[in-house]
């Protein structure tokens, strides 16, 4: 595709609840990060992967969190159990090189 | 471990003003720096990187950035500020380990007033 796509934009779940969200890079990209941005907080780093392996998941928080990667292609972040401290909007990047970057517009999950 | 500080949290310049929002960097290594933008409920746009070479980097929108060794400083300047450029600013290095992840500093909120 011509950017990174995230699905959905918005999530509201209940705690308790685990969420999927799903990131879909630029094709031909082989690298693909994850971050966490939440409100008053920068940028943090979840996870990364290279095709389907994930040499670097220490930005994980908790073992609630896991994530995916199939056909070197779309990832799935998932968290189970949400928290009201999950509440964030998570991002996705690729990359063809590690030097450049594209990322995607996000997925603002609210937990209630 | 490699790092970035955005020392201010809000820049105000006026309309037509000149804008710098700062950044400095702690590095093993080489560092490869970048500064993104982000609007309201957008994802992160590109504007410029320094891997190399000229230490004034031109980027997207008229921004420019100039990458200062001895300052460990790579901030983020623009001759002239419009309103359209209120938004926020993150500044970042690439971490050499595993993967080359960005490192993010915490995001600098410019307001340009008319």
């Known amino acids: 595709g011509a950017g990174v796509s995230q699905s959905p934009s918005n999530k509201v779940t209940e705690k308790g609840k685990d969420v999927e969200l799903r990131c879909d890079p630029i094709s031909g990209h082989t690298a693909l990060y994850w971050y966490r941005q939440s409100l008053g907080q920068g940028l943090e780093f979840l996870i990364y992967?290279?095709?389907?392996?994930?040499?670097?998941k220490s930005g994980l928080p908790s073992d609630r969190f896991s994530a995916e990667r199939t056909g070197g292609s779309v990832s799935t972040l998932t968290i189970q159990r949400t928290q009201q401290e999950d509440s964030a909007v998570y991002l996705c990047a690729s990359s063809w090189d590690n030097y450049g970057y594209t990322f995607g517009s996000g997925t603002r999950l609210t937990v209630v | 471990a490699q790092s970035v500080a955005q020392p201010e949290d809000q820049v105000n310049v006026a309309e037509g003003n000149p804008l710098t929002v700062k950044c400095t960097y702690s590095v093993s290594g080489n560092p490869y720096l970048f500064w993104y933008v982000q609007y309201p409920n957008r994802g992160l746009q590109f504007l410029l990187k320094?891997?190399?070479?000229?230490?004034l980097v031109k980027g997207s929108y008229g921004f420019e950035a100039e990458f200062n060794k001895s300052q460990t400083s790579f901030h983020l300047k623009k001759p002239s500020a419009l309103v359209s450029d209120s938004a926020l600013y993150f500044c970042a290095v690439r971490d050499d380990n595993q993967g080359g992840k960005l490192i993010f500093g915490q995001g600098t909120e410019l307001s340009v007033k008319p």
């Open positions: 992967f290279q095709g389907n392996s994930a040499p670097d």
């Open positions: 320094y891997i190399t070479g000229d230490n």
